[in-house]
């Protein structure tokens, strides 16, 4: 797959020249490398480019990341069907270093910045690209790649892209989001909560969501079309259970997408976690007859009870893997539809992402710090 914890490989490639664009059904011609010609095609062509790129180092001694920028080596000879992407805007996302280290895929400098968009292509580079996102130019395969309309920014595009596919992941492949359905998003502001709500109205869904904070309710709250509730878990007093069973008329909602949850009792959980997460028992509670429960928690452990409670209600619980396309090749064409269906939805206004003030190449190293740290709230997009 192709994204930025999401890279899809689909069946066409879509190269933009310019400000128009077209689609090629193989490799790329000529004129789709040169790009818009003149001074882009130049520096395309020229074997004697160099470029910084950022990657990020892991201690051998501790959990401990730094980031670094290095220069690359010139890029190799296009092959088939792959293309040379000249970056515009680059997404930041938080890597997860578990699944590279599971995965047998550490080295001593990995690439920063996967889901990127910029001519002639746009798309999300796969888990194994060498290539950085966070570089003038990246060497990638087509089929990792999807078209841009000519009314999405270069910054929308690639700060929108690898959420929408979390959010179909989860509301359209793991629970079959319908109409009239009851949807709870856990963190509704927060940049994959956003388009998540956004993606549950737009499909006639009935959607509550949790604020952890003032600003994040007021945000909330100001959507349209409007929420069903917003529950504020800022202060901790807030009981989410019992506000999904009094707004559903305690039949519990039919949809949840976690953001994390409580696994074990109020004295061996952090304070921050106790505040702002609910209870693995508080999600089964307000879970209804038939629901769907999609966590982002990889380590949910269920004890007998959970379970039993479960099978009652003829529950599903389902794992939301951000990289779940890139470890099989079996769905390609599947992913491919989502990534245009992300960039329509996206240029029709369904999707109005939360992304902060895009930010200069020499600034993403500290950006990706603050990043990795889960310390920013919008979506760090960095602009070339």
Known sequence: MAFSTASGPGVTS???????????????????????????AGRWGSSEVT??????????????????FQERENLPVVEDNYVKLQVKACAL??????????????????????EIAGIVLDGILPLDSEDPGLCEVVRVHEHYLVHKPEKVTWTEAAGTIRDGVRAYTALHYLSHLSPGKSVLIMDGASALGMIAIQLAHHRGAKVISTAGSLEDKQCLERLRPSLARVIDVSNGKAHVAESCLEETGGLGVDIILDAGVRLYSKDDEPAVKLQLLPHKHDIITLLGVGGHWVTTEENLQLDPPDS?????????????????????????????????????????????????????????????????????????????
């Not at 470029?51 to 670094?68: A, C, D, P, R, W």
């Not at 599971?102 to 400098?109: A, L, N, S």
């Open 14 to 40: 879509y190269l933009a020249n310019g400000s128009s664009a077209w689609a090629s059904g193989g490799g790329p011609s000529a004129k789709g490398l040169q790009g818009g010609g003149g001074e882009d």
């Open 308 to 384: 039993h409670c479960l099978f009652l209600k003829g529950a599903t619980v389902a794992f939301l893997n951000d990289e779940v396309w890139n470890l099989s090749n079996v769905q390609q064409g599947k992913y491919l539809c989502i990534l245009k269906d992300v960039m329509e939805k996206l240029s029709s206004g369904v999707f109005r992402p939360q992304l902060d003030e895009p930010i200069p190449l020499y600034e993403a190293k500290v950006t990706m710090e603050v990043v990795q740290k889960n310390q920013a709230r919008k979506k760090q997009v960095v602009q070339f």
């Open 93 to 114: 996302s938080q890597i997860n270093t578990k699944l590279l280290a599971e995965m047998k895929m550490e080295k001593d400098f990995f690439p920063v910045g996967r």
């Open 51 to 68: 470029m910084k790129g950022l990657y990020f180092q892991k201690s051998s001694t501790n959990e401990e990341i730094t980031f670094v």
